[in-house]
């Protein structure tokens, strides 16, 4: 069973386009990110969301944005695809204990 | 915006050889954590360090919280080939605010030579 589990693994699209990453835990946790993981491999928070709270990383473009239909999913969210959004993001859970457990990852390549 | 040195960015190893590796804050941490990503995976969590001086053992990994709570290490003895990937650290502030403070290094990647 997959405790963090994104759809899709592989994502390849044109400039322009609108795309959505889906995320799903069944850990039972309270809140929920999306890391944007770039070239060289820095980890960089893009997104935590609770019931409770959005907390946006300032950095963030508005064509980013997630969605929330339940405490079990986070859906990313991204309108007018650049170049430069080209990189691998990650979806986490965690409980309050903020340690956070992560899916496997949505390569995503804008041509 | 806060941040982590890790340390070092890169290692190339023979198997068998003790590794070691650091993270290094300018201010407090609550919790440490190391995680592991393999190439095509995200990553994994390998410990969690909760208080100063604290020292965790995973199988061939050791890693501590630093006593003066701006550091950690993780150690890993006898390595093999399947230790290769990227470690990183990341870090829980002192600061409190909300969910998603969690810091993390530049990451450490891991070469093993068999």
């Known amino acids: 069973d997959t405790a963090v589990s994104q759809t899709p693994k592989y994502l390849v699209t044109q400039m322009g386009n609108d795309k959505s990453i889906k995320c799903e835990q069944n850990?039972?946790?309270?809140?929920m990110y999306w890391y944007k993981q770039d070239s060289k491999k820095f980890l960089k928070i893009m997104f935590s969301?609770?019931?409770?709270?959005?907390?946006i990383n300032e950095t963030v473009p508005n064509r980013f944005s997630p969605k929330s239909p339940d405490k079990a999913h986070l859906n990313l969210h991204i309108n007018s695809l650049e170049l430069g959004d080209s990189a691998v993001y990650f979806c986490?859970?965690?409980?309050?204990?903020?340690?956070?457990?992560f899916g496997a990852g949505t390569r995503l390549s804008v041509l | 915006g806060q941040q982590l040195n890790q340390s070092p960015q890169s290692m190339f190893i023979q198997e068998g050889e003790d590794v070691s590796m650091n993270c290094t804050s300018s201010?407090?941490?609550?919790?440490w954590l190391w995680y592991k990503q393999d190439p095509g995976e995200g990553p994994v969590l390998l410990i969690a360090?909760?208080?100063?001086?604290e020292l965790t053992s995973n199988g061939r990994l050791t890693a501590q919280f630093g006593i003066t709570r701006k550091d950690s290490f993780l150690n890993i003895s006898a390595s093999i080939p399947s230790d290769v990937g990227i470690y990183f650290c990341a870090g829980l502030p002192n600061y409190g605010g909300s969910q998603g403070n969690l810091i993390f290094g530049k990451g450490t990647k891991l070469s093993v030579k068999p």
């Open positions: 201010s407090i941490f609550n919790t």
């Open positions: 969301y609770n019931n409770k709270e959005l907390i």
């Open positions: 850990l039972g946790h309270d809140t």
């Open positions: 986490a859970s965690s409980r309050l204990e903020n340690i956070q457990y």
């Open positions: 360090l909760y208080k100063a001086g």
